[in-house]
């Protein structure tokens, strides 16, 4: 089994952060999200990995080659973001000889068990049910649980079936030759080369797939989603800092993660936030929040707030002498 992860996006929607950080690397819950992804596949028993980056990408192999020396992996450059299936077919030479292929998108945090995939015997693709069908690629069943069609983003969709971004493959041999022909021939979906379009071949081919269902999943590219993602991981055992030192004049509400050597004083700090190593917090509320490392927060309440690495943030003081009957509203 080999699992291609393309990190090659951009990340806009998440600028200024993606602007310095790729995606993959922001922080939720304690870790970034790729690391989230890299332990599920290795508990489930994968240690063979390609990497498909591109925007900041060395960073992306700097951090993989530091936290994860013994994995087995590549890195493969996508110059031009062509879509996911043009990902896959840039990683094509990874992939020769491979009899089993997982897909998995980068910068999503999936609340499933991802072993169940792993050991589904024929080709599978995860889906869940969403109201707004058309802004994905979504999967078509028949009465006996097959997937009969795939299409991406339709304007008229006849299925509520969302594909999710998780996709095993047994047939490797016939994903590279529909690959191949969809970009051989320039042809494009929404200006992309898409792997739905490269799966649908498969169907036609007669190539078998099953569909799983997921509790959830979290496309961390926007600011309100990473948020979510980071206050729902928080919630779950194991990711909640419990042995915390001492903070001085500080109060924690959890759920909470504070990375190490943090200095944090006079505070109010949560719920559901997560501090990176080396940040100083000096008389501030900080709640439902991701601050980076080496971060300064000092005199500010803070609320759904993403704060970067090496950020600093001070807030307004002010000394008054306020007469009878005054309002005065610093909130505008």
């Not at 300064?296 to 759904?304: D, H, P, Q, R, S």
């Not at 993403?306 to 008054?320: E, F, H, T």
Request: aromatic share 6%; with cysteine; proline share 4%.
């Amino acid at each position: 089994m080999k699992v291609i992860i393309p990190v090659a996006g951009v990340g806009t929607r998440l600028r200024p952060h993606t602007y310095t950080q790729p995606k993959p690397l922001i922080p939720v819950a304690g870790k970034p999200i790729i690391s989230f992804i890299i332990d599920q596949l290795m508990d489930a028993g994968v240690n063979d990995f390609v990497f498909v980056i591109g925007h900041l990408g060395e960073k992306i192999r700097l951090y993989l080659e530091k936290r994860y020396p013994n994995l087995n992996k590549e890195f493969v450059q996508q110059d031009n973001r062509l879509g996911l299936g043009h990902a896959i077919w840039t990683a094509r030479k990874t992939l020769v000889g491979i009899n089993e292929l997982f897909i998995i998108l980068g910068d999503t945090i999936y609340d499933t068990d991802l072993g169940k995939f792993i050991n589904v015997e024929n080709s599978c693709v995860g889906v869940k049910k969403v109201n707004v069908p058309g802004d994905f690629g979504v999967a078509e069943m028949d009465d006996e649980g097959r997937v009969i069609r795939m299409v991406e983003k339709p304007k008229i969709p006849k299925s509520n079936l969302a594909l999710v971004g998780l996709y095993k493959i047994k047939e490797v041999h016939l994903l590279l030759e529909a690959l191949e022909h969809i970009i051989s021939n320039d042809i494009r979906t929404n200006d992309e080369y898409q792997l739905t379009d490269a799966l649908m071949m498969m169907v036609e081919k007669g190539v078998d797939f099953s569909a799983l269902t997921i509790n959830n999943w979290y496309d961390c590219g926007k600011k309100e989603v990473l948020l979510e993602t980071n206050s729902m991981l928080l919630k779950k055992e194991g990711f909640v800092s419990s042995d915390l030192p001492s903070y001085y004049n500080t109060i924690m509400i959890h759920p909470v993660a504070i990375g190490k050597g943090c200095e944090i004083s006079s505070s109010i700090i949560g719920p559901n936030v997560t501090i990176g190593d080396n940040t100083v917090i000096n008389h501030s509320v900080v709640s439902d929040s991701i601050i980076g490392n080496y971060a300064k927060i000092e005199e500010i309440v803070l609320k759904e707030s993403v704060v970067g690495n090496d950020a600093s943030i001070k807030g307004m003081r002010q000394s008054l002498n306020i007469g009878d009957n005054t309002e005065i509203d610093f909130s505008k």
